[in-house]
Every structure is written in structure tokens, then in C-alpha cells.
């Protein structure tokens, strides 16, 4: 589709959380913008045609990035590229880094948030799927007062949330993997800075002996929303992280999917990637346990 101007819209920037919300309930077509990075190029195909563009870019209590009670929390404002070089997270959600650093180009992750791409749900999109892989909680406000959604519930549809046409995205908040996790995060896309055809979140923790403990899969771009691979997650549960075993998992992820085609890739096309993906995600993940690591030695 050919980029148009966008349809006429009213823009107010609000100076308070509470403003926004009111703001927001005023006008039952009025949209959320903080970065602009996902809405405006749908504003611009005239995909989105809001009455009213509630900015809430000047909300500078809600640019931060914590961790506490062993969640990694991110503020509504905090851009992609502020986030992905936090030194929290660079320490405590390696894996959010590395998926921040697979999304378009600098200049959008520079204007881009972490909750805008959440709240956004864009299915071929990296950040859904690390908060569905994390068992993330979504937080909002709304007229009702605070609420939160977990990752699991939340991605409805393409383009659709569970969030309430008056709530406002405030945070999300990333449990921390347990000590020992290994992670990987890979995508195929055309090009760099693409959305991408596939994509795949790996979390692998293991004992000493390389026994795997626990296992977290989550593919994007193969169905509406991220999904989950919970076939595959219990294959692996209990069974030595073997080159074998993720290769036995691969299958059994590709004969769970039911991925669509369309002009970018046919369904077999996907399958066939979101299997390679789970199995060298799930390596490269082991490489990262201390049992991996110490069997690369």
C-alpha cells in the first residue's frame, strides 16, 4: 500500500499519567504514542485513524528501567535503545538486549519503547515473544485504576491486545531467569531491519551434569500471536541437552505449528525455518549454561 498523510487527527500531549487516562476516555477513538515508531507508519497508510493522539512522550516518571523483587521493570517511555544498554539489563535479561538489537534500525529503536512494541502487537515482532517466553506481566491504567495482564493472555490477535481501549501500558516486567539459564534469541528476515519471517526465544537451564531442568520456547511470525512450545519444553525437561534432543524438539515444534503463507514466505517455508531455529537456539542456549559452557571447553 502506498504512504499517504495521515487522516486529520487531534494531538494533545499529556502532563500527568492521569491526564492521559482522561484523556483517552474522552474520546473513544483516541490512540496512545511514545515513540511512534509502530503507529505512525500505520497513521501514515491511514491503517490507524484515530480521533485523538494522546502523546504521553513527556511522562518522565515512567522512563526507567529497575529490577525489583526479581523483576527486571520497564517504564512506558523508556526507549529500546536506552533499554538495551542499561546496565541492568545487560546483566540480570541478556536475552532483551540481544532481541532489542533485531528490531529495524538504530534510528528506531533511538525513538522506540519496549512497551509501545508490547502494547503494539505487531505477531512479527521481537518483543512479544521475549515477554510470552519470560512469563512477563503487562502493566496498565485505566479509569478502573491499576491493572495488569499476564504475557500468556495478553497477545489476542494481530494488531490486538487485551488491553482496554481506555488503559494506558505503564510497565512491564520481566521475571528474572534463574541462575545458570542459558538464552539465545534468532531470526530470518529478508533483510536487516526487517520484520522478520521467523523468529525464536530459547531459555535453557540445566544441572551440573547438563541434565536440562527447565526449557522456554517461543517462536514469532508463525500464527497471529508468539506462541509457546510446550511439547517441546517437556520433551527437553528431564533428558541430557544433547545436539539429539534439540533436534527431537525441532520436530516436534514443527508438527505443532500451523503457520499461514503469504507473499513473504509460504507456511512449509516457516516450518521449516522454525524448526532450525529451535534447534540452534537451543544450542546456542546450552552454550550458555555452565554445563555448556564447560562441555565447549
Known amino acids: 500500500m502506498a504512504a499517504v498523510k495521515p487522516a486529520p487527527f487531534t494531538y494533545r500531549r499529556a502532563a500527568t499519567l492521569g491526564e492521559a487516562v482522561d484523556l483517552l476516555a474522552a474520546d473513544p477513538d483516541a490512540k496512545v504514542i511514545a515513540g511512534g515508531q ?79 512494541s508490547i502494547a503494539h502487537h505487531d505477531p512479527s515482532a521481537e518483543l512479544p515473544a521475549v515477554a510470552l ?29 487485551a488491553l482496554a481501549a481506555d488503559e494506558i501500558v505503564t510497565a512491564v516486567q520481566f521475571p528474572l531467569p534463574a541462575p545458570a ?4 534469541f534468532a531470526e530470518v528476515a529478508r533483510r536487516s531491519g526487517d520484520f522478520a519471517l521467523v523468529g525464536c526465544v530459547a531459555l535453557l537451564r540445566t544441572d551440573a551434569a547438563g541434565t536440562v531442568e527447565e526449557a522456554r520456547l517461543a517462536l514469532f511470525g508463525v500464527a497471529s500471536t508468539p506462541v509457546r512450545l510446550p511439547e517441546a519444553e517437556d520433551l527437553l525437561t528431564g533428558r541430557p541437552a544433547t545436539a539429539e534432543a534439540f533436534e527431537e524438539a525441532a520436530r516436534v515444534a514443527a508438527e505443532h505449528l500451523d503457520p499461514g503463507s503469504d507473499s513473504h514466505a509460504s507456511a512449509d517455508y516457516r516450518r521449516e525455518v522454525a524448526a532450525h531455529l529451535v534447534a540452534t537456539t537451543l544450542a546456542d542456549a546450552f552454550a550458555r549454561t555452565p554445563a555448556g559452557s564447560t562441555a565447549d571447553a
Open 38 to 116: 509502530s503507529l505512525v507508519p500505520m497513521l501514515n497508510m491511514r491503517l490507524a485513524r484515530p480521533g485523538t493522539l494522546v502523546d504521553i512522550g513527556a511522562l518522565s516518571a515512567l522512563d526507567y528501567v529497575d529490577v525489583v523483587a526479581g523483576r527486571l521493570e520497564v517504564g512506558a517511555t523508556a526507549t529500546q535503545a536506552d533499554v538495551a544498554a542499561h546496565p541492568l539489563v545487560r546483566a540480570h535479561l541478556p536475552v532483551l538486549a540481544a532481541a532489542i538489537a533485531r528490531i529495524g534500525h538504530s534510528q528506531i529503536r533511538n525513538r522506540g519503547t519496549v512497551c509501545g
Open 133 to 161: 517466553a519470560l512469563d512477563a506481566e503487562i502493566l496498565a491504567f485505566g479509569p478502573r485504576g491499576p491493572v495488569s495482564y499476564a504475557a500468556a493472555s495478553f497477545f489476542t490477535g494481530t494488531f490486538d491486545t
Open 181 to 184: 539459564t542459558g538464552w539465545a
